[in-house]
């Protein structure tokens, strides 16, 4: 695994990839990661797509993902949150009916939680019954500020 600290408007992103693809997305700098002598293509692509993200330039990822890990309905719900809107959001329940158990809005909670891509796999767009802001493994003001990004970025783009 080859890991990369970047700065943005969030905070650090610490990224992770291996040779199949993006596999991890943290918040905040990891103390044991080595600055890579040699650029790597692929964490070189994810810096750059974040960084438009960012900028507004962004409204989707095109990146190799790699994701070993997760049980079944974790996969499910991971897979669902790429199918969420930019700039729209859907509440736990709707993401657990989307796949299938209308039962299972906590249980989407903390597959949420787990998403070990968060901002690549959009877990911010997901927000509690009524539109409330709740839950988010970086802490509500980071998802705050994605979700008042997506809005911006997504109201603009309706006017040009």
């Known amino acids: 695994m080859r890991w990369s600290v970047i700065d ?5 992103l610490c990224l992770a990839v291996d040779d199949t693809g993006l596999c ?4 905040g700098a990891v103390d044991d990661v080595e600055p890579l002598t ?3 293509p692929l964490l070189t692509e994810t810096h750059e797509q974040l960084k438009a993200y960012f900028a507004g330039e962004r409204t ?6 790699s994701v070993p890990a997760g049980s079944t309905f974790e996969r499910a719900v991971w897979q669902q949150l790429t199918r969420i809107p930019y ?13 299938g158990d209308p039962g299972a809005a906590r249980a989407v909670g903390v597959a949420c939680n787990r998403n070990p ?4 796999v959009p877990c911010h ?14 802490g509500i003001p980071r998802k ?16 040009t």
């Open 117 to 120: 891509l968060p901002v690549v």
């Open 38 to 40: 040699v650029p790597d």
């Open 24 to 27: 991890c997305v943290r918040f």
């Open 144 to 159: 705050r500020h994605l979700l008042e990004l997506e809005a911006r970025v997504a109201f603009e783009n309706l006017w």
């Open 87 to 99: 700039g729209e959001m859907q509440t736990y329940g709707d993401v657990a009916k989307a796949v």
């Open 125 to 138: 767009r997901v927000v509690g019954a009524g539109g409330k802001m709740v839950g988010f493994g970086g």
């Open 60 to 65: 989707t990822f095109d990146l190799p993902l």
């Open 8 to 12: 943005s408007p969030i905070g650090d």
